[in-house]
């Protein structure tokens, strides 16, 4: 998926449908009055939404794979042992349960 995104870069319609979700968070955040005065007080200027050209030329740039770190996360072995400094979070904590 990443090396398609990379060779072909972003469609209309993913620009299109990435627009209209940035448009309507900020519309939800404008009508937060807490967004408002915090926006008002850090004076934040609001960007402008990139181009699909740049969007494109970004994803031709930076998605290669010698700039990607790819971590593959697997869940612990019921058999592995237990490291020094690291708990079974399966384990209840001291707080929880009966003293």
Request: hydrophobic content about 40%; glycine content about 4%; cysteine-free.
């Amino acid at each position: 998926m990443i090396e398609k995104l990379r060779l072909e870069g972003p469609t209309a319609e993913d620009w299109n449908r990435a627009s209209s979700v940035v448009s309507s968070d900020r519309l939800a955040a404008a009508l937060q009055p807490r967004q408002r005065v915090i926006d008002l007080w850090l004076a934040r200027p609001e960007l402008p939404a990139p181009s699909l050209e740049a969007m494109r030329a970004f994803a031709a740039s930076y998605l290669r794979d010698d700039s990607l770190l790819i971590i593959a996360a697997r869940p612990p072995r019921a058999d592995a042992p237990v490291r020094a400094g690291t708990r079974d979070p399966r384990a209840k904590s001291r707080g929880q349960g009966s003293p």
